[in-house]
């Protein structure tokens, strides 16, 4: 069962609530291959999605995943609203509530606007990602990837390389993942990976020949340029040759391993263009699962499940 107002973060779900929201993302799968893919499940609700930072798959799935559900979707961008006259958020969500919208989907450079936005309205949020905190929605994708191509998560290894200091991606993976039952492994340069992270249930591997040897699933980060204020490795031209993936370095690996990146990609630094455009590489895959996740959550926080 999944009833909550918000969808905040991983941290808070328990194990059968993400297998709920997975269960039924895969039953929206069906959905999405009918020859008209759309429901009437959320006719007259509104959803708005209200995003801080650039973003293509997130904001897109979630416009998408609205209309095939019927919702009527708005996107604001900070450009071209209030924010730009001085407006607080606290002041666009009261003015937002006034219109009374069922749902926010907001993607924000500060890690806890989603929860500060949850307690001050009485619309639902989703978190489309804060700061370097949480990316929820893209955790719960990358679960339904991977067991949809493994059958499982339990017991399978998992290795997270590159830029984990500074990704959301890489906190949400962790908690969604370990939470499952994976074996989680973080791979990068020792400036990139955060101080006690073991904590949170991972194994800490700085050579990438290593850190892959053994896994079933490889997620490669992005590095976060507009998130670092100091150099973090001499070189991107360094970090590639050290932590970019290439064949030649996959052939240490797994012969059924699989590639995951949460994009956007930069080939040639965190990833070799032979290996995203791979048979064994899910970039696109996981892009579909996102959208077949976000209808799942829209449905089960608006009261679909009803
Ligand atoms: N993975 C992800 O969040 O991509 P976008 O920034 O394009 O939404």
Known sequence: ??????????????????????????SFKEVLTRPIKKVPTLRGKTVINLFHEPSTRTRVSFEIAGKRLSADTINISPSASSLTKGESLKDMAKTLEAMNPDIIVIRHPIPGAP?????????????????????PTQALLDLLTIREHKGKIEGLKVAIVGDIIHSRVARSDIF???????????????????????KLGVVVEYNLERGI????????????????????????????????????????????????????????????????????????????NGLAVRMALLYLILGGES
């Open 1 to 26: 069962m999944f009833k909550r107002k918000d969808l905040l973060g991983i941290q808070e779900l328990s194990r059968e609530e993400i297998c709920f929201i997975l269960d039924t993302a895969e």
């Open 115 to 135: 929860h500060f936005l949850a307690q001050k309205a009485k619309f639902a949020v989703i978190n489309a990602g804060d700061g370097a905190h949480e990316h």
């Open 176 to 198: 969604a993942l370990v939470k499952m039952g994976a074996a989680v492994k973080v791979v990068g340069p020792p400036t990139l990976i955060p101080p006690l992270i073991e």
């Open 213 to 288: 040897a053994d896994c079933d699933v490889i997620i490669l980060l992005r590095i976060q340029l507009e998130r670092q204020n100091r150099l973090f490795f001499p070189s991107i031209r360094e970090y590639s040759r050290l932590y970019g993936l290439t064949l030649a370095k996959l052939s240490k690996a797994q012969k059924d391993v699989l590639i995951m990146h949460p994009g956007p990609i930069n080939r040639g630094i965190e990833i070799d263009p032979q290996v995203a455009d791979a048979p064994f590489s899910l970039i696109l895959d996981q892009v579909t």
